[in-house]
């Protein structure tokens, strides 16, 4: 598969990150305009009705400082996902909620966590390490770019400030580096010089020829560049003329 159409444009791409800031934006007009509180929609740790929580709670935010926050980078990650890795994108969706939710449902302190973050922290990490793994030149860039953007992300995943799920966050980081390892992805590699293939002969190379072993410049006469074997040949053709009497 080429580079071409591996790294193609689909109309996912826009959609599924549009679609979900939609349904977040949502809900959280729902509870204004109806005087509501989904908070007990949320993720509450080792109880049976608390793991609801892990399909809904991405969904729902305390307060719009709390939605905004998560609606850009939430956008960026969802696009950079669908785009560069489109073939595991939903899956990685899928397994990235349940895997995330079940961790902060397994470790998490006894109150409701919700919000969107656990699954940017999934994009993250996945989309970091599947770089790493995949070696290709594209998705080490965009691991660096993840990196400068939302590297400050890694400190949330300790508990460092209250009121902050961090156990959503760790759960996400931890299901991003898990997913990226187990999920395979047949990234198409740009093609090889001859020096980097494992065979690669360095004396087949007629340019390295010219050096010595100390890398010293070994000059070379015209009779040394034409095989023996092949003497140099001028053929001459001969046309009769015919002359008029």
């Known amino acids: 598969m080429s580079h071409q159409h591996y790294f193609k444009f689909s109309n996912a791409v826009l959609l599924v990150p549009l679609g979900a800031i939609l349904a977040m934006w949502t809900v959280?007009?729902?509870?204004?305009?109806?005087?509501?509180?989904?908070?007990?929609?949320?993720?509450?740790?080792?109880?049976?009705?608390?793991?609801?929580?892990?399909?809904?709670?991405?969904?729902?935010?305390?307060?719009?400082?709390?939605?905004?926050?998560?609606?850009?980078?939430?956008?960026?990650?969802?696009a950079a996902l669908f785009y560069f890795y489109r073939r595991i994108a939903w899956k990685v969706l899928l397994l990235g909620l349940l895997f995330s939710g079940m961790i902060t449902w397994g470790i998490g302190r006894p109150s409701y966590h919700i919000g969107a973050s656990g699954l940017i922290y999934v994009f993250a990490s996945f989309i970091f390490f599947k770089g790493v793994?995949?070696?290709?030149?594209?998705?080490?860039?965009?691991?660096?770019?993840?990196?400068?953007?939302?590297?400050?992300?890694?400190?949330?995943?300790?508990?460092?400030?209250?009121?902050?799920s961090w156990e959503g966050h760790l759960g996400g980081f931890i299901t991003g580096l898990f997913l990226a390892v187990v999920i395979k992805a047949k990234v198409p590699m740009p093609k090889k010089f001859d020096w980097e293939k494992a065979d690669y002969n360095e004396s087949d190379d007629p340019f390295l020829r010219h050096f010595d072993a100390d890398g010293n410049f070994i000059e070379t006469s015209a009779e040394d560049t034409v095989p023996e074997e092949?003497?140099?040949?001028?053929?001459?053709?001969y046309k009769k003329r015919e002359i008029d009497s």
């Open 28 to 78: 959280y007009w729902i509870e204004l305009a109806q005087q509501l509180n989904f908070n007990s929609y949320g993720i509450y740790p080792q109880t049976v009705s608390g793991l609801k929580g892990v399909l809904f709670s991405p969904f729902i935010h305390g307060s719009l400082e709390h939605l905004y926050n998560n609606t850009i980078p939430l956008a960026v990650l969802l």
């Open 133 to 164: 793994f995949a070696k290709h030149y594209r998705l080490i860039a965009l691991s660096l770019i993840v990196v400068f953007i939302y590297g400050s992300l890694l400190w949330y995943i300790f508990p460092v400030k209250e009121g902050i």
């Open 230 to 237: 092949e003497p140099f040949k001028v053929n001459y053709i």
